[in-house]
């Protein structure tokens, strides 16, 4: 029994006997009456005043001395539990303690400053280990090349961005996923039987322990050239196993169309250059043949000629795709490159070239487009006599339109192609400026500018690979609190993985924004979440997507997450969402605050989405009142200020989401300080404190 419940039936038990010794003694010293009866109303308004004293003493006691204490020892054992120097004490403003919470807050500030202290002190000693690990991070993120690495079991302990680049499948890939959820099983297991059956037979051959392999991704949309190397203990026994890879699709696609030339060379042009020389010998050798034979053998010269320049046309357009794939490019800032052209034209210093508009991202080669663009600009002020010209750039249908322009007429046909046979940027000359515009697909032409007066000469380039724009953040409003503890109890969890450390578990942190606060009308908008492994916030494995509701988004909606309209109108919608976001959580233990109310409007989509949540789940709203009690406020901005966390988005889904992972380990600290160290234990005791809020709200609502 708890300190309270002791306390006050304490005072009930006093209260309750004074009130009957009063009403005993009184009614016993109390003279008779004339009709011989004794006051008896007398004593029991005396013993009644007496009640009213002590339970007045009890109300100051609960208000200056036992509720402070509690606030008090709910802090102090926050700060003992806490892991973070950053966790704050709680005060009691009204209180009989004395001096009491100021020596305490004393206490909690030296305690404080000594976990700074060791805090710097354990960061100054791990500095080079951490160092190191920049090192790595910043190789393997530099690197093109996919890196995977996994342990025996085929889960992945580690990945860069390039690997997430290459499979295109970030929902997949995650710390302690499966492998095999983005590559082919087969041939990755294959290649480590090989090198494992290598490493028994001669245990001496490190460096030979690796090995090349092909293989699809899961989905089968790309084909992959990886190596594989094992990973070797102190002992010398395997641990896991390195793969990196990189995406071949592009290069199986070309091999194809060049041997898809290499056909027409050897096979398809050699019977029309066949024919054409069997009927030019057969006009060779019968000159005088009859006029109707002759027309015969050439409509065969004329009609093999139409095939053969049609099918050199045909070869020339391929050839010319083949080469624009296979040479190294990037995305280009037009600002980068107008800024090396002015440097270029240095020996031209009374010509000045000025970037105007907007400048956009083009992909392509920026030495050998800087180079054509100072050819170009060369010719233009030798056949113009202009000096100033101005470089825009502007968006097309497919491409990124570069425009030349200069006050002046346009460059005749003739002429420009005459440039474009011209020598550009190769000392040893021979680099066409035709051969650079061929490599990016580019076919330029010269027209009137839209001023009255200017010409421009126009290059289409290929568009670039990442997005022109970006959208500004949003500041969003806020949302009230909801309550529904009802769906608890469908994610418990199986008993095997009650028995399981919380430490060894992998959660995922959700947040969804609707258009109502109604499950059974409005629909989710916006979903966010974020894996935690080990205490660890994988912000690098998050998702994040807006949802089309298919109706419009009620303004009062608006105003709580910010959400419009015009934001969702292109976003897919939820029947596609939500699969994606199945995907991403895979096994793991769901983590929301105030998790019914996302978990409902989740539960009422799965049966059209074609999915089941069915995870375990995790309330840190529940976890909150378990931890700091119910006379603390539990939403989850004033949760963030007592343990020091910053809230960067607050009520977006991606701010709210990445907020409550912060509070999720700091509560998982908390737990294991209390011996709370099962994932099952964990449940019970929230299950616990949610049938307490229960009650709480269904006893309030039937008071009101």
């Known amino acids: 029994m708890q300190t309270r419940q002791l306390i006050n039936l304490l005072f009930l038990g006093i209260g309750v006997a004074a009130v009957s010794i009063i009403i005993v003694v009184a009614y016993s010293v109390a003279p008779e009456t004339s009709d011989g009866q004794r006051p008896f109303m007398a004593a029991l308004l005396g013993g009644l005043g007496l009640a009213v004293l002590v339970g007045f003493a009890w109300l100051l006691l609960d208000r200056l001395l036992m509720r402070p204490s509690r606030k008090l020892t709910r802090g102090i054992r926050a700060i003992l539990e806490s892991r973070s120097p950053e966790q704050q004490l709680p005060l009691p403003e009204h209180h009989a303690l004395g001096q009491l919470p100021e020596a305490v807050q004393a206490m909690a500030d030296q305690l404080r400053a000594s976990r700074r202290e060791i805090r710097k002190a354990m960061e100054s000693a791990t500095a080079q280990v951490d160092e190191q690990k920049t090192w790595l991070e910043v190789i393997l993120q ?205 020996d031209l210093p009374r010509v000045h070239v000025t970037l105007v508009g907007i400048p956009l991202w083009l992909h392509g080669d920026s030495l050998s487009l800087m180079q054509a663009l100072d050819c170009l600009v060369r010719h233009l002020h030798a056949h113009t006599g202009r000096e100033a010209f101005d470089v825009e750039s502007m968006l097309g249908d497919r491409n990124v339109y570069l425009d030349l322009n200069w006050e002046g007429r346009p460059v005749p046909a003739g002429l420009l192609e005459e440039w474009l046979d011209s020598p550009c940027g190769d000392e040893d000359g021979d680099q066409r400026l035709r051969d650079i515009l061929e490599r990016h697909d580019c076919e330029v032409w010269s027209q009137p500018a839209r001023r009255a007066g200017w010409a421009l000469l126009r290059l289409p380039l290929p568009a670039p690979t990442r997005p022109q724009f970006l959208p500004e953040p949003r500041r969003l409003p806020a949302r009230p609190e909801f309550y529904d503890f009802g769906l608890m109890r469908e994610h418990e969890g199986s008993e095997e993985l009650a028995g399981k450390r919380l430490a060894d578990l992998s959660f995922v942190v959700f947040d969804c924004e609707m258009t109502g606060l109604n499950p059974a009308e409005d629909e989710i908008i916006s979903i966010a979440g974020v894996r935690v492994v080990k205490r660890r916030i994988l912000t690098g494995e998050t998702f994040e997507r807006l949802i089309n509701p298919g109706r419009g988004i009620p303004p009062d909606s608006t105003r709580f997450h910010g959400i419009t309209d015009e934001d969702v109108k292109e976003k897919p919608s939820i029947q596609v969402v939500l699969p994606q976001f199945r995907d991403f959580v895979g096994d793991a233990v769901l983590v929301a605050h105030n998790a019914a109310f996302d978990m409902k409007f989740i539960s009422l989509k799965e049966a059209e989405c074609g999915v089941k949540f069915d995870n375990p789940l995790l309330d840190t709203l529940l976890l909150s009142s378990m931890l700091d009690g119910d006379e603390e406020d539990h939403s989850l901005d004033a949760i963030c200020e007592r343990y020091g966390v910053n809230i960067t988005g607050r009520h977006t889904a991606r701010g709210d989401t990445m907020a409550t992972a912060e509070l999720l380990v700091r509560f998982l600290e908390r737990l294991e300080a209390q011996g709370i160290t099962t994932f099952g234990e964990a449940v019970k005791a929230s299950s616990m404190t949610a049938q307490l809020r229960h009650r709480s709200a269904m006893l309030e609502s039937g008071q009101q």
């Open 142 to 346: 530099g690197l093109t090349e996919g890196v995977l690495v996994c342990n025996r079991q085929h889960q992945i302990m580690l990945y860069n961005k390039a690997a997430v680049a290459i499979l295109g499948m970030p929902e997949h890939i995650g710390l302690g996923r499966s492998l095999f959820n983005v590559l082919s099983q087969p041939p990755v297991q294959h290649t480590l039987e090989r090198l494992e059956r290598r490493h028994r037979e001669d245990h001496e051959a490190p460096a030979e322990l690796t090995a090349p392999f092909v293989c699809t991704s899961a989905d089968a949309l790309y084909m992959l050239h990886g190596r594989m190397a094992l990973i070797l203990d102190a002992k010398g026994e395997v641990t896991g196993y390195l793969v990196t890879l990189v995406d071949i699709s592009e290069d199986v696609a070309l091999l194809a169309r060049g041997d898809a030339v290499r056909r027409a060379l050897t096979r398809d042009l050699r019977g029309i250059a066949a024919n054409l020389r069997a009927a030019a010998e057969t006009i060779s050798q019968y000159p005088d043949m009859h006029p109707d034979e002759r027309d015969r053998f050439d409509q065969v010269l004329l009609s093999e000629s139409e095939a053969l320049s049609e099918r050199l046309d045909g070869l020339a357009r391929q050839i010319r795709g083949h080469l624009l794939g296979r040479w190294p490019m990037a995305d280009v800032l037009v600002t980068d490159l107008v800024s090396c052209l002015e440097q270029r034209l240095e």
